[in-house]
């Protein structure tokens, strides 16, 4: 069964840079696309950011220039890279590969 455990969140100032790290296990983690997703209070969980096989990414238009999401299938982990980090991106942070499984998440808090 597959199963992500997300860690790096935390209470940053606005401006301030954060690196999640998602460790996915029970699946072949080359093989699948993932992506970093996101659930703000009262919100619907969104997608952020997206890394294929292959490399490719493609962000929300709300991170583009600011998040950089990236992979090592060596380690079975997606990561992303939040710079420049504003009030409107606290939310709790979750990866998936398309399962009907999720993590727990992380919290990220943008406050002064």
């Known amino acids: 069964q597959v199963q992500f455990m997300e860690s790096g969140g935390g209470l940053v100032q606005p401006g301030g840079s954060l690196r999640l790290s998602c460790a996915a296990s029970?699946?072949?983690?080359?093989?699948?696309?993932m992506g970093w997703y996101r659930q703000a209070p009262g919100k619907q969980r969104e997608l952020v950011a997206r890394i294929t096989t292959s490399g490719n990414t493609n962000y929300a238009e709300s991170v583009k220039g600011r998040f950089t999401i990236s992979r090592d299938n060596a380690k079975n982990t997606v990561y992303l890279q939040m710079n420049s980090l504003k009030p409107e991106d606290t939310a709790i942070y979750y990866c998936?590969?398309?399962?009907?499984?999720w993590g727990q998440g992380t919290q990220v808090t943008v406050s002064s």
């Open positions: 029970g699946i072949i983690f080359r093989i699948y696309a």
């Open positions: 998936n590969n398309g399962s009907p499984n």
